[in-house]
Nanobody
Framework: VQLQASGGGLVQPGGSLRLSCAAS????????MGWYRQAPGNQRELVAS???????NYADSVKGRFSISRDNAKNTLYLQMNSLKPEDTAVYFC??????????????WGQGTLVTVSS
């Protein structure tokens, strides 16, 4: 199972970005998908996660500004980020947990995409 993240870039404070993460490979189920971020000198932290049924969970710091969604038919995860702040600057990683077609559990990370919020 592989994850390919995209959509990062440079944006001004108050702006918006949309991240995408496409999963591929021997996927049987994707139970939970999530976005994490890691700023320089900080630990990786959960930004938002979503179950296969659509239940979402957000970090307090992004509630009301970020929206996570997934397209189960395309095995793709999205993160719509609005009202971006300089403190949102980080490398964003997607994560997926589930089972392969051989019924083996997996826990995979994408390669990370850099989001820079600066004027």
């Amino acid at each position: 199972v592989q994850l390919q993240a995209s959509g990062g870039g440079l944006v001004q404070p108050g702006g918006s970005l949309r991240l995408s993460c496409a999963a591929s490979g021997s996927i049987f189920t994707i139970n939970v998908m999530g976005w994490y971020r890691q700023a320089p000198g900080n630990q990786r932290e959960l930004v938002a996660s979503i179950t296969s049924g659509g239940s979402a969970n957000y970090a307090d710091s992004v509630k009301g500004r970020f929206s996570i969604s997934r397209d189960n038919a395309k095995n793709t995860l999205y993160l719509q980020m609005n009202s971006l702040k300089p403190e949102d600057t980080a490398v964003y990683f997607c994560n997926a947990k589930g089972r392969t077609t051989a019924w083996s559990p997996y826990d995979r990370w994408g390669q990370g995409t850099l989001v820079t919020v600066s004027s």
